[in-house]
């Protein structure tokens, strides 16, 4: 979806509750359609990526059905990313707003919000996340798929193994960083971002405070209707 597109669905309300519409209804199934396959894969691949952790496989109803699930959990996730790269290339990509906010992102660190420059819907870091994750999606596809028909992979190729062993497991590590501190920004560092996803929408202060040119895109589109 473009900015355009995502500006036009929202909504400012100002003589109600002063709440925006920040995620419509397809992002939010998407994002947790993506949360829930990579979650999915992330115990999985780790219960087979070291023996000490395979009693996570445990979790899903043991090892043979861990196997199985794993590659097809994988295209569930593969295919979320696309879809929510569909939704999001016009907002994702960076400006020179992003490139002033970076400089600044210390502020961001310590927690002091007001002293940082104005972003769009998505700052600097969330959208460095995305595309992390969006193209650690491709390689893991990618590997995955050679590790899945790993069999059809002739011996005087083996090389394609190796490579697609050692590619699947960095990029996983990769990305596992990426969503653990995915998780910690959302949930304790900013206050408001996880129940957006949750409910679609924030407040005014929280959209001011935090997205300031997306916050008056909205609103100066919501004068116009």
Known sequence: MS??????????????????????????????????????????????WSPYMFWLADLVGGGPTARFWHPWFGVGFALSMFWMYKMWIGDMRITDADRRWSKAMKYYIENEDEKLPPEGR???????LFWLLFYGMVLLLISGVGLWFVESIPWSMRWLR???????????MATIGGIILHVYMGTAMVRGGFTSIIRGEVTTTWAKTHHRLWYEQVTRESAKK
Do not use: P
């Open 162 to 172: 190796y490579t697609a062993i050692t590619v699947h497991v960095a990029v996983a």
């Open 122 to 128: 998505f700052n600097y870091g969330q959208k460095v």
């Open 3 to 48: 900015t355009s597109q995502v500006i036009s669905s929202a909504h400012a309300d100002h003589q109600g509750d002063g709440r925006i519409l920040r995620y419509t209804l397809s992002e939010r199934v998407q994002h947790w359609l993506g949360a829930f396959t990579y979650i999915y894969c992330l115990i999985t691949g780790l219960a087979f």
